[in-house]
């Protein structure tokens, strides 16, 4: 079956910097476009940045925008975000998502995810 795994989540404090990674199997898959989003409590589902199959096409959300990067290795099956520059309000549980497309993962809707990794920024 699918599964996606993800690792690297921690505490830090602001201004420092963490790497997620993102272990997929059980699909082809260089055949989806992968993303991580993110859910604060209280708050809204947050897509946070999305990679197209290739890698050659990424998205970010404003709020993350030059501070976040995502990249795939479609070898070994690995979509990582380095995450520098964090703020407090990026405290959040920290999703790894497959998609078929980049409309359909902005429009909320995956084919699979993981079980999340929380990532916490201290002031």
């Known amino acids: 079956q699918v599964q996606l795994v993800e690792s690297g989540g921690g505490l830090v404090q602001a201004g420092g910097s963490l790497r997620l990674s993102c272990a997929a199997s059980?699909?082809?898959?260089?055949?989806?476009?992968m993303a991580w989003f993110r859910q604060a409590p209280g708050k809204e589902r947050e897509l946070v940045a999305d990679i197209n199959w290739s890698g050659g096409t990424t998205y970010y959300a404003d709020s993350v925008k030059g501070r976040f990067a995502i990249s795939r290795d479609n070898g070994k099956n690995t979509v990582s975000l380095q995450m520098n520059s964090l703020k407090t309000e990026d405290t959040a549980v920290y999703y790894c998502?497959?998609?078929?497309?980049?409309?359909?993962?902005?429009?909320?809707?995956?084919?699979?995810w993981g079980q999340g990794t929380q990532v916490t920024v201290s002031s």
């Open positions: 059980g699909l082809t898959f260089s055949h989806y476009v």
């Open positions: 998502a497959a998609g078929l497309s980049p409309a359909i993962i902005r429009m909320g809707k995956y084919n699979a």
